[in-house]
């Protein structure tokens, strides 16, 4: 998926975070930055000239307008080549960033949003086609990628994106499994692929494991079509990100 990489911004530190990593992302995937602020659009009678989401008048536009200025300086600080996009969605924040995800290449969700085990990053996670990230927690940035594995198949898709980001960002990766299997083809062909990820196996047999092995982690990557942990198919994901200790990218697998 050649989609931009999509992230809203609400003028709030979190969301400003969010767009450094949104930058830093568009840049190593060769995409557009999209940024968005989303909003539920007033009741009420519309001025005539103003523009159906600015009920308020010039306002509301120009604080949007000087949030939008803000995020984008932001994101030219960490990649000033990028070609950078703003839309004002109107909506059910919620609905609108899912939507959004659906044909993005990735989707940045700030901390603010993900607290309290935000439904909308349980949504977007278990709804988007492509990857989610969300910045819970803080990465340790001299640890690994986490690589939580089902050991399927279908997981190669996120496995290379935990490859590629262990492989941008100069550092391990670290794949957990529940059970002592071969390594797949898959991860053997990336591990050619990307020869300077040194990669190590780790065993794990709780969800506790996996919360723990987060708190010395850059990010952890998961999938939606988990079943391990004795949990059923998504919920490793849900766990990842309402406790992990760290930013977790939820990464669609591909279909069988």
Known sequence: MRGPVVVEVDGTSSSLAAVEVAAWEADRLGVDLRLTHAFTWPAGHVPPGVPPWDS???GLRDRVNGTFAAAEQRARRVAPHVTITR?????EPVTVLESESRS????????????GSGSVADRLAAHSRGPVLVLRGEP????????????????RTT????????????????????????????????SKRYPAVGVRHRRIRSR????????????VVVGTRHRMLG????????????H?????????????
């Open 208 to 219: 506790r494991a996996l919360v723990e092995a987060s708190a010395a982690a850059r990010l």
């Open 56 to 58: 308020e008048g010039a």
């Open 140 to 155: 340790d940035h001299g640890g690994p990628v986490v690589l939580v594995d089902d050991c399927s198949p279908q997981a």
């Open 87 to 91: 839309d004002v969605l109107v909506g």
């Open 244 to 256: 992990a200790r760290c930013p977790v990218a939820v990464v669609p697998e591909a279909k069988p």
């Open 231 to 242: 949990l059923s198919s998504g919920a490793v994901g849900r766990t990842a990100l309402r």
């Open 104 to 115: 993005a290449s990735l989707t940045v969700l700030g901390a603010r949003r993900a607290h």
């Open 159 to 190: 496995a290379e994106f935990a490859f590629a980001e262990a492989s941008e960002h100069g550092t391990d990766l670290v794949v957990l499994r529940t059970r002592r299997v071969p390594v797949r083809w898959s991860l053997t062909e990336l």
